[in-house]
DNA sequence: ACGCTCACTTAGTATTCCTTTG
DNA sequence: CAAAGGAATACTAAGTGAGCGT
């Protein structure tokens, strides 16, 4: 039995083991974008930058897309990252207003003086003074291997930048995405373009590609690489770590510190979550052209490869990233090099978030009073803001701002659709949507009476696929948020929750008892905290190959146990006693096992929990930290390593 | 007020590493 | 010593929210 059987007494067992990748859809689905083969802008060899210019049609008029009574962004921008190069830099926003302003500007700036540098933002809080690194790690040049592509059944030697894309599909065979037919159009779209200017155009049904000679290679070079002697793989990994040393550190402030994700992308074929739009296109190669540099004015400019150039190197003081580039599959999107999860710049930003979020313990009441009150007797708007800042505060749920269409149709508070809540009266609600990552909410809570009316009221007369709280959005209830308390946003609750109840649950329920129960009573309080926030993973495949084993494991020893015990003999009491215990830990271990197999406990403790609560414990506890934290987690939270035993949140 | 971009945090999954087991 | 198993780390997608321009 899963925790979340638990918590929903009427969910059926067997949602939890369906595998990854396979998790329901959501109750309520918005009308699937139409698909759009007009899409332009990729058929180009991978590393080649433009693209011919070339009309395109619009995608669906608005009125296609889900009957919603509200704004929603219409779609025709999420296909200018498909319009030819030219007509977008006529266009405002996006990459093209960077690249844009970028030439005009070795002007002056920074304190207080006359004109700023056009990157820039006025009200911009400064955050370094000097800055100075290494630029990025490049991924290793594509070598052909000369594979055929089986096309009607004749082998087909492909060019370089050909047979590299079709590899990245090729080594996909295995993986869920390689059945969805989304990933597969959106690939075989890419993949066509690129042959069709050169000598395999002639390749242009996919029923007659057949990638199996690639695949084969592909796992045969699994082998080769997995016959390696050890040695000789931990000398070539010390040769690499070597070469790359100096790009994971970076100099702030005179301060040496380490960087976080400096080798770039490589290409490879979209994989994006749920029932994504887009997945499968192809991620073009990054090239030194495609990255801004941000370095310290007077710092040496990292390199370039030999042969290249930066596309722009600027000195913004007011963001923390060194390097960044534009994304080639959400065009509007942006990648960054940033400081690593050890450097001051993010421990003082971590440090920042959880004060933050005890400073909410201060105001919560008024808070909680305040949306009492509103649901009363405030207007419709009111109403709204109060609702869904209760849904926050008690159930740890996300914002949920508006998506475009090109992206997986996924929901938070803000978003949620009449068809995600079931009204259970007297007053429990139950809801499924699809939340963060298209994973999936389903829980039932009872709420506040006045809640259970505010929503039926909101709800009333409207479709499954309207909005629930047409009146707000995030803007707005962060605004009414800041009113209360400044600085407070939707997303402080669910630190603020999930600190709370950690600290809560380890001063109620730890044990007295040896450190593994102690750390038993640990994890179990994580875990609650993971539920709370809705923290999933996918199950394991091997998971129920191992339940299994564990299964015959116990019945062995329970089978043994009762012999024993049929023998009647005193000689056995010891042995039985023994044996008792370890069926009794088998059997806790087993349950466990499978009550977190579907919860994922890291992403709070890296995240959500102050790690502050967490020291102060394994002090009071005499538990040592590595009890609970992995040797990054222990770097990362360096900053809590001396807190008081007192430590409250 | 609204739409949109930018910068940064949060997230699940893939891969690697390390330990245990047979 | 290899294979299995599990923990830890690497990777990159997908959120939030400030702040800008209109």
Wanted: one cysteine or more.
């Amino acid at each position: 039995m899963t925790e979340r059987t638990m918590i929903l007494a009427t969910m059926s067992d067997s949602d939890d083991d369906v595998p990854l990748g396979a998790r329901m859809p959501q109750a309520v689905k918005r009308p699937a974008p139409k698909a759009d083969s007009s899409d332009s802008d990729d058929d180009v060899p991978l590393g080649a930058r433009m693209p011919a210019a070339k009309p395109k049609p619009k995608k669906k008029p608005a009125s296609a897309s889900k009957p919603k009574p509200k704004k929603r962004k219409v779609d025709s921008d999420s296909d200018s990252d498909d319009e030819p190069i030219g007509s977008l830099m006529k266009k405002s926003g996006g990459a093209k207003a960077r690249v844009a302003k970028s030439p005009a500007a070795k002007k002056r700036k920074s304190g207080g003086g006359a004109s700023s540098p056009p990157w820039v933002k006025s009200g911009a809080k400064k955050m370094w003074t000097t800055l100075e690194h290494c630029g990025v790690v490049f991924p290793p040049a594509y070598e052909p291997n000369g594979v055929p592509l089986t096309y009607d059944g004749k082998d087909v030697v492909l060019l370089p930048h050909e047979e590299e894309v079709a590899n990245f599909f090729a080594v996909m065979k295995d993986t869920d995405y390689a059945q969805k037919d989304v990933f597969v159009n959106n690939f075989w779209d890419g993949f066509k373009k690129i042959l069709r200017n050169g000598p395999h155009a002639h390749i242009k049904e996919f029923s007659k590609c057949d990638f199996t000679k690639m695949y084969a290679w592909h796992l045969e070079e699994r082998e080769k690489k997995k016959a390696i002697p050890n040695d000789e793989k931990k000398r070539a990994k010390a040769a690499k770590e070597k070469e790359e040393e100096k790009y994971t550190w970076a100099t702030i402030d005179g301060r040496k510190e380490k960087v976080g994700n400096y080798r770039v992308e490589p290409p490879g074929l979209f994989r994006g979550r749920g029932e994504h739009p887009k997945m499968g296109r192809i991620k073009k190669r990054i090239m030194p052209e495609d990255i801004t540099i941000n370095c310290g004015k007077d710092a040496k400019v990292p390199e370039p490869p030999p042969g290249h150039k930066w596309k722009e190197v600027i000195h913004n003081d007011t963001v923390t990233w060194l390097c960044g580039w534009n994304d080639s599959v959400n065009t509007k999107d942006w990648k960054y090099v940033q400081f690593g999860a050890t450097s001051s710049i993010k421990a003082e930003s971590d440090i920042a978030k959880y004060e933050k979020a005890r400073k909410l313990k201060d105001s919560v009441e008024k808070i909680r009073r305040d949306y009492f009150a509103k649901m009363k007797k405030g207007d419709p708007l009111e109403q709204q803001l109060a609702v869904t800042t209760y849904l926050v505060d008690k159930l740890a749920l996300r914002a949920g701002g508006e998506k475009d269409e090109d992206l997986a149709d996924t929901v938070g508070v803000c978003t949620l659709r009449v068809g995600h809540v079931e009204f259970m009266p007297p007053s429990t609600l139950k809801f499924d949507f699809l939340g963060k990552d298209s994973i999936r909410y389903l829980q039932e809570h009872e709420v506040d009476p006045l809640v259970f009316a505010a929503m039926s009221k909101f709800c009333k007369g409207k479709k499954p696929e309207h909005d629930i709280f047409d009146k707000i959005d995030p803007t707005k209830v962060n605004k009414h948020l800041q009113s209360l308390m400044p600085g407070l946003t939707i997303k402080v609750f669910r630190t603020y929750n999930a600190s709370y109840v950690l600290n809560k649950l380890l001063r109620e329920e730890t044990p007295d008892g040896t450190v593994m129960q102690k750390k038993a009573a640990y994890d179990a309080a994580n875990k609650e905290v993971a539920v709370l926030c809705n923290h999933q993973k996918g199950v394991s495949k091997a998971h129920d190959a191992q339940m299994e084993k564990l299964e015959d494991k116990r019945k062995a020893m329970a089978k043994e146990l009762a012999s024993l015990r049929k023998e009647k003999l005193d000689k056995n009491k010891g042995k039985i006693a023994t044996l008792k215990e370890r069926l009794a830990k088998l059997e806790l271990n087993i349950k466990m096992k499978d009550e977190l197999k579907t919860v994922s406990l890291g992403t709070s403790k890296i995240n959500y929990l102050d790690p502050r609560i967490t020291i102060a414990w394994c002090k009071r506890q005499e538990v040592p930290p590595p009890t609970v934290f992995t040797r990054a987690l222990i770097e990362k939270f360096n900053w809590s390593m001396e807190v008081e035993p007192t430590f409250d949140f």
